[in-house]
Structures are given as C-alpha cells and as structure tokens.
C-alpha cells in the first residue's frame, strides 16, 4: 500500500483483545455474523463467475476474527451508552443456552435428536436466518431488535472495512471498489503545515511536553502537589474545527498568545491513507460509531485537528437569506442582519479558497444532474473550498490531494504563523470558574481550562489559565463540558439540531454507459436540488453522499443472506441521494456521548417530500431499480414503468420510526451537522450565551463553534459557522485589545 501514518494504515489485530465476552458469547455472536453474511454456494450455472466473485459469495461473517472485533466496537463504543452492552451480553448468554434459545427462538430451534432444543448457534443456518428476520420485523420487545441492528451493522462494517498488512480486503475486488493508491509529487508536497506550532501528545513524555511548550513561548510551571502543569496565555481555545480553527487565527492576528487544546491528532494530505475502517477510526468522534440513545440516528462529527472541515464533504454554502432574516427578526439578534455578518462571508469565503463550479462531476452528481433536467428541475452547482478540476471522491476521510482547504490548512496555519501553540492529544475536563468578585451580573469567572493528555505517558493533569476561555469543540461536546464544570443555564445541551438525512437509491449497470465512473469517485457534493413546496418555501435539499464499501452496507436493509450480497455486487453502480431538511424538531446531549432527538410533524412531512423526489430523479435519470433504506428492502424494478404505477410505489414511501419504535418496519437515520446546543439569545432565558457568544453565567467564557447558531442552518453550515465565529472572535479581539491599550 501507499506511504501513510501509522494510525491510518489498519491491518488485522487478532491476539489484543480486551472485551472480555465469554467463549460462549463469541460462539454465539460469531453464529449471528454467520447468518448475517452467510456462505453461499455458487450454483453450477454461474460457474462461470469470475473467482474473486466466488470467494465473495463463499465468504462469511464469522470469518478473520470479525466477532471479536464487533465484541471491541460494542465494548469501545458502548462505554457512553452502557445498557447497549448490558442488553448486547445478556441477548448473547441468553441465545448461548438450549431455554434461552427457546425463549426467544419458539419453535425453530427445536431438533428432532435428543436433547431435541438447540442453541441458537446449533441451529442450522436456514432457521437462524428466518429468526433474524422475524426479529428485524418484531414490534414487540424492541430493544433485542436494537441489538440485532447493532450487531448486524458492526459485522457488515467490520467485514468491509478491514485490511490486511497491505491495506488490502479480498471483497473489495468483487464489489469492484478500487482505492487510489498513487499520488502526484507536484500537486502534493510532502509538509506538515502546522509544525512549527504543534505539539503532538503522543510523541511527548512528561520532560519533553514541558521543554516543547517552554521553547514555543509559554510559561509553564510544575506543581507536583496537586499532579499537573500550569501553562499561562492569553487564550485558551478548547477544539480547532470551523470555529476554533476561525477564532484562533482572528485572536493570534490581533496579538494575543493563544493555545488551541484538541483531543483528536493531526495529520496531513501525506498522512491520509483513504481507508475506510482506520479513517472513521482516527478522525471522528466515537471512530464514526455514534447513535443516538435510542438508535434510531448515526451521527458523524470530526475529531482531528481541523475538526469537520478536515473530513467534511467540501459544500461552502452561504447562510440562506430567509435563515438570516428569521434570526434577526424573530430571534432578534441583529448580528445576523449586519453588514459585519455579510462582510464576514465574503472574508471566509475567500480565505478557504471557495470556488464556484466543478470541471468533472463524478458518477452520483452525473445522476443528480441528468434526473433533474429530464424532469425540468432546477439544479445547482455547489461552491466547494477547493479548486475547480477537484476530483477526490474520499475527502471523508481526509483528502490526499491536498486541494481541499480545512482549517488545518489555512486558518491554523495563519494562526500558528502568529505564535499560537495547538496542543493535540489532549482532552478538555472542565472549565476553571471561581466566584466573580469584579462587580459584573455574571455570578462565575472563567480563568481557564483543566485537561488531560490522553497519552499515558504523562499523568499529570494541564491546567492552563488564560484571560479568555473559549469553548469551541462542538454541539456535541460544548454542553456537556458546560455542564460538568457547574454552568446552570438550562438552554445548554438543549435545541439541539441534526439537519437528518434520509437517502433514496438507484441501480445504474455498466450497460448503462450515460454515466461515467464509480459511485465512489468524484466531488463529494458537487450539486444540489432544492425541494419547494407551492409557495415557493424550501421544504429540503437533495445532494450525494459518500459512502464507502462499510458505511454502504451498513446503512443496507437486511433481508437475507444472498440479498445483502447481491446488492454489495452492485455497489460500485449504486447511486445515493441524500434528502436533508432543516429541522424544526429537536434533541439534547447534556451528558458526553448521550445523545437523545426527536423529529416534529413538519420535519416527516419534509422528509417524505425530499425522499420521494429523489426516487423521481433516479428513476429519471434511467436508474433500472430504486428503493429506500426502510427495514423491509422497499424498492421497485423501474424499466418500463407507468407514471401511475410509479406514483403508486411513491404514495408508500415514507419516514418510518427508528428500530426502538414498535413499528414493523423502521429505518436508520443519519446526520453530520450538529448546531444549536449553546444556543445565541438576547437574554438567558432565550439562549445559553449572548450576542458576543459569551456565557451567561460566567465571564470571560465564550462559546465560538455550531452550538452557537439559534437553529438549523438548512443547508452545509461550514460558511455559516466560520462566518459567525469570525464575527465573535473579532469582537472579542476588539475588547481585548481595548482592555490592554485602553482603545
């Protein structure tokens, strides 16, 4: 394989295994991989199949270690939601025994051999199969339906995204996904752009860490007493994605010492490997594994220096004019109707390099075009933060050609030319308040943060004190570390808003030769349809996703062995579009990883209009079948097909409720924007901070990332964050310059 850092490189890790299930649970959860992703056997007329197509279908889900890898994912990922782990053990010991098996298996586990009851990894695979499906469909007992969905997306993703020492993964020749393996010297050259102002935890010992901030312009003195350094500057940023990447090139311009905390790592365009398994691992939070408490939405946020805008999907989409006038007329809040705001814009826009068009479009936004204008829809482009000729279809997982331009490289680098200091590695705890004795209304003071380095070797604690705290690392993380440190107003962790995501599907064979290319190459969101209703107001967006080999056949319905196989043949061919509405419903994440929503009326009605018109369009654009992600595989085989009989698939189609819901059919959803959890209000009872983005409760602690925005955005909200962070840290740079100068 490539040249690429050593985290992203993957490889098979059989022999460290920590999760501690029993052979008995293995046994049995090796027995449900079995039945998810069975052996097949090639029937004599399709002999002739080529042999990596054989080996596929000969494949199966217990292979390679799998079940012990899911037993870590569960583990791992369940530390945060832990009656997931405690139910996954129990459904597991129950169906490891000959009552339990009967229990929840009824009649299908019976033998006729004495002790005439099987466990459910003795049954054999055609019963075991017809009990998931009966379990997939049950409306009753769902939370062992939840468990069966967990287990069932962690064999499929684990089976697709593992690789070997070469980075390599037998299926992915059968399902025809090929991963770039070259890069162009010219257009990539080997830099670490934020270098001189990094300091990587990871690589640090306790002696080293002191040394590095010392040398880097810090003051930092040891107090063994209470087992951590304190390290003085100007301004402490918690995170380094749109808004802290934003807030720390503004601040360290005007002139102060800022130093940027991020518990993700760094790494650059030579770093990225553009594997799926180890990318989702390094660079998102949760490893890319994060539902809501209930299961019923994925979420996808970023957790490496750069935050989002080094993995998102490169859409720089300004703040729509109606979101604007919304929030300054009915939120009041007049930033959002200033020149300052637009201003800000242009200056963003500008800064990360934000181009217009696209020269090529790749296979999904080829299909997004043509459906449109055969139907007379309007289609446009979509502005991206790289060049025009940009081609990268695996900017997800950090883009290897170095065009696109996150944080990391542009904002950070302007900051770190200006002595600022990024700490990686490093975990925020809690926020520094003491009793506010300055006369201000604001009961607490901010004079800091306290962290961890998440690196064993160096156990003692950072406390890092400044004159201004900023909070900038995220919807998802801002609130609970409010909470944590004593903050009390009740608008934090709550408004929380996830722009949710469902996506339709199209089958476009290679006959089809309209379409040129892969569905994973190409830019990302290269195009996009906005879905209106008769008064002209938008209802959602339709845009494409990336979605490697994993996330595609995790987000796959399930109906049988050779269904979910057959439909992986067909990957490389299958289009996606992603209806994405601005939600009016909402959710709240008080407690880190603990994320709980919900979708209003409105937002169902949105959903439905946007799933149904991306049906339309792929069955415009000659898709020869289409379909949903609902739990009973809906579709419909589209060659020849009437207007009406077409309407007639549509009139079913439908958000469902999530697999919790007692329902018989359900679906997953999926969101990768968070906004509103710290929301701006022009009094505490509207908002957790005020205009200037600072706390309510505690002066000198400002919050400057998503959580900040007073609703939904409606559209990609990298432009709308870093436009509003820069207006807040500008004014914040202003006041702080007054402060010290006295102008």
């Known amino acids: 394989m490539k040249e690429c850092h050593q985290l992203l490189r993957g490889g098979k890790g059989e022999g460290k295994y920590r999760h501690g299930f029993s052979s008995a649970e293995i046994e049995t959860l090796g027995s449900i991989c079995e039945t998810v992703f069975p052996p097949i056997c090639i029937e004599e007329k399709e002999a002739q199949q080529s042999k990596p197509l054989q080996d596929f279908f000969r494949a199966s889900g217990s292979q390679n270690h799998i079940p012990d890898e899911i037993a870590e994912l569960l583990v791992q990922r369940g530390r945060r939601i832990i009656e997931l782990v405690i139910i996954a053990r129990l459904v597991l010991l129950i169906l490891s025994t000959r009552i339990g098996t009967l229990l929840l298996c009824g009649s299908l586990c019976l033998g006729e051999k004495w002790p005439y009851i099987n466990t459910f990894s003795s049954m054999s695979l055609g019963k075991r199969e017809k009990v998931l499906q009966k379990w997939f469909k049950h409306r009753f007992f769902t939370p062992i339906r939840l468990i069966l969905i967990f287990l069932k997306v962690g064999c499929l993703y684990v089976f697709f995204s593992q690789v070997d ?11 025809d996904y090929k991963i770039k393996k070259d890069k162009n010297p010219v257009q990539v050259p080997n830099e670490r752009p934020l270098q001189e102002g ?55 311009t005007s002139g102060q010492k800022v130093v940027v905390l991020e518990k993700g790592n760094y790494f650059t365009t030579n770093d990225y490997s553009g594997l799926e398994g180890p990318s989702y691992e390094q660079l998102y939070e949760s490893g890319g594994i994060l539902p809501t408490v209930d299961g019923k939405m994925m979420i996808l946020a970023g957790s490496v220096v750069g935050g989002g805008s080094a993995i998102n999907w490169s859409a720089c989409i300004k703040t729509p004019k109606p979101v604007l006038k ?15 705001y637009l201003a800000a814009m242009d200056t963003v826009c500008k800064r990360i390099g934000v181009t217009e068009n696209c020269v090529e479009e790749g296979f999904q936004n080829q299909v997004l075009r043509k459906g449109c ?22 900017c997800g997982y950090g883009c290897q050609q170095g065009d696109k331009k996150g944080t990391d490289s542009t904002w950070l680098v302007d900051a770190v030319n200006h002595s600022a200091v990024i700490l990686t590695g490093c975990k925020a705890e809690r926020f520094i308040l003491e009793d506010n004795k300055s006369g201000s209304k604001k009961k607490k003071k901010c004079l800091g943060v306290m962290a961890k380095s998440l690196n064993n070797n160096i156990p003692m604690r950072l406390q890092i004190e400044a004159k201004v705290t900023i909070s900038a690392c995220g919807s998802l993380l801002t609130p609970p570390l409010m909470i944590t440190s004593g903050l009390k107003n009740p608008n934090i962790g709550r408004n929380l808003r996830l722009h949710p995501v469902l996506m339709a599907w199209g089958y476009f064979p290679d006959s089809n030769s309209e379409f040129k290319g892969k569905s994973y190459e190409g830019g990302i969101v290269t195009s996009v349809h906005h879905v209106v209703s008769e008064d002209s107001n938008l209802r959602a967006i339709i845009e494409t996703p990336q979605l490697g080999p994993a996330s595609f056949a995790s987000m796959t319905p399930w109906e049988c ?18 209806t994405i509405i601005r939600d009016r419903g909402s959710g709240q994440v008080k407690v880190e990883g603990r994320v709980s929503y919900n979708l209003d009326a409105l937002d169902r009605e949105n959903l439905k209009a946007g799933l149904r018109q991306s049906l339309r369009i792929l069955v415009a654009a000659g898709a020869v079948e289409v379909g949903t992600h609902r739990s009973d595989g809906q579709r419909i085989k589209c060659e020849g097909i009437s207007d009406t009989k077409l309407e007639e698939f549509l009139d079913t189609v439908s958000p469902c409720g999530g697999a919790i819901t007692p329902v ?16 701006m209000g022009i009094t505490e009872n509207e908002g957790a901070v005020d205009e200037n983005g600072e706390s309510w409760e ?35 740079a202003k006041s702080l310059r007054r402060e010290q100068y006295g102008f």
């Open 165 to 175: 020492e070469k980075g390599e993964n037998p299926a992915w020749e059968a399902i």
């Open 198 to 252: 990094i300091i990587e935890n990871m690589l640090e010992t306790d002696s080293t860490l002191v040394h590095n901030l010392a040398q880097k312009g810090l003051k930092v003195t040891k107090d063994p007493g209470h087992n951590l350094y304190k390290i003085n500057c100007d301004v402490v940023i918690v995170g380094s994605g749109c808004g802290g990447g934003v807030a720390a090139a503004t601040l360290a």
């Open 326 to 340: 919304e929030w300054t007329e009915n939120q009041k809040l007049q930033l959002f109707g200033s020149s300052e």
């Open 373 to 394: 204008q055969k139907l007379g829809l309007e289609i446009n482009a979509v502005p991206r933060n790289s060049s025009e000729k940009h081609y990268c279809g695996s």
């Open 561 to 578: 062995g050779l269904d979910i196989k057959n439909r992986m043949v067909r990957y490389s061919r299958t289009a996606h579009l992603m």
């Open 664 to 679: 018989q059919d359900w679906m997953i959803y999926s969101s990768a924007h968070q906004m509103g959890s710290c929301r």
């Open 698 to 732: 505690a002066e000198g602690l400002f919050v400057c990332d998503a959580s900040v925005l007073p609703s939904a955005v409606g559209v990609n909200p990298m432009i709308t964050v870093q436009s509003t962070a820069y207006c807040l840290s500008k004014r914040l």
